[in-house]
């Protein structure tokens, strides 16, 4: 046992037991006792857990350990090489804190794209049809409200502007046009003509200026917090309905409560808050907004997926010395 390669569990395995007991197999497993940062940290400097050259996160396991930043990698063992994130979306790691400390890190993607892009799909027609107005007078035992509520819109022919066109910007793409929405996008750089199919490339602008609905499918860091802010809504139609799956912090929330309030947008559909689990109080009380409490991913084939996908990851760190999907950024790591 004394000689097998240390593995650091930070969080839980759910589903994917059979793929972790081949982890178990082949590494020494050891976990926190830790509930909190402050705990976390002191267990780090015990010297508890020398010797680990891979970890595994969840998501959730930021309750117990925070960020992965330089406080925290300062305390982490020096021997950690690998870090494997379940879950596409790594903002809660500090890569170039890693970068600088010779810690590869990989995350999930594809495996998050169908259940996320749905879950997508179904904020955009909600909102659309402006759900959650009559969701809650019926609840309320009120059938359709005191008044009317107002009519929805349909997809069809409306135009959908995908702000990050990556695996669930794309996945996205595919499940609209099933809709007869015209798809329009911007990213970084201009998509090849495969993965690009009949989607119309435009400016940032552009896409804020002429469509209908607009997704933010952007992955959160440093360069990306509050892409949408208030002169971003300034440009935006009148009316236009927006769906966030991405990270909350994409789009600066008391502005969009701002921009809700002068018409500017008419309904938003939410999956990602930039506090969570805190929302804005004037999300939360306007009832055109219709908000989930990030399940994007929340079902029990993806979240397998991902835990698989994560632990493949550490299972080649700890055999290989290599990653399956290490994070763009570090993609030229040596
Ligand atoms: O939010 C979900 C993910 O990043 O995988």
């Keep these: 046992m004394a000689d097998k390669p240390k593995v650091l569990l930070l969080g839980k395995i759910e589903h994917a037991q059979e793929a972790w007991a081949t982890i178990a197999d082949i590494a020494h497993v050891l976990e926190p006792k830790a509930t909190d940062r402050q705990q976390f940290l002191a267990e780090c400097r015990s010297g508890i857990f020398d010797g680990v050259t891979v970890a595994y996160r969840t998501f959730g396991s930021v309750s117990v350990t925070g960020r992965i930043d330089d406080e925290l990698l300062d305390v982490l063992p020096k021997s950690l090489r690998f870090l494997c994130h379940n879950g596409a979306g790594y903002d809660q790691v500090d890569i170039p804190a890693c970068t600088k400390r010779n810690v590869r890190v990989s995350n ?7 259940a996320t892009a749905d879950i997508n799909i179904w904020l955009l027609i909600g909102a659309m049809r402006n759900l959650p107005i009559s969701m809650n007078a ?20 409306k135009v959908l502007g995908i702000l990050g066109m990556g695996g669930i910007g794309r996945n996205l793409a595919a499940k609209a046009r099933a809709f007869g929405m015209k798809i329009r996008y911007h990213n970084r750089s201009r998509l090849c003509p495969d993965l690009e199919g009949d989607a119309e490339y435009v ?13 933010l499918n ?25 769906v966030n799956t991405a990270r909350g912090a994409v789009m600066d929330e008391a502005a969009l409560v701002d921009a809700l309030a002068s018409g500017r947008v008419a309904t938003v559909g939410l999956d990602v808050y930039e506090e969570e689990p805190d ?7 306007n009832e055109n907004v219709l908000l989930v ?3 994007g991913t929340w079902t029990v084939e993806t979240q397998t997926k991902m835990e698989e996908w994560a632990i493949s990851n550490v299972r080649l760190a700890v055999t290989e010395a290599r990653l399956r999907s290490i994070v763009p950024e570090q993609k030229d790591m040596p």
């Design 108 to 114: 999930t993607p594809t495996a998050v794209d169908d």
């Design 218 to 242: 952007l992955p959160l860091n440093p360069q990306t917090r509050h892409t949408i802010s208030a002169p971003q809504f300034a440009l935006m139609k009148p009316g236009i309905v927006i």
């Design 203 to 215: 400016s940032f602008e552009t896409l804020l200026s002429e469509s209908d609905v607009l997704s």
């Design 293 to 295: 409490p990030h399940m």
């Design 138 to 157: 019926l609840r309320a035992g009120d059938w359709r409200g005191k008044t009317l509520p107002s009519l929805g819109h349909d997809p069809q022919g």
């Design 279 to 285: 929302i804005h109080p004037g999300l939360m009380s």
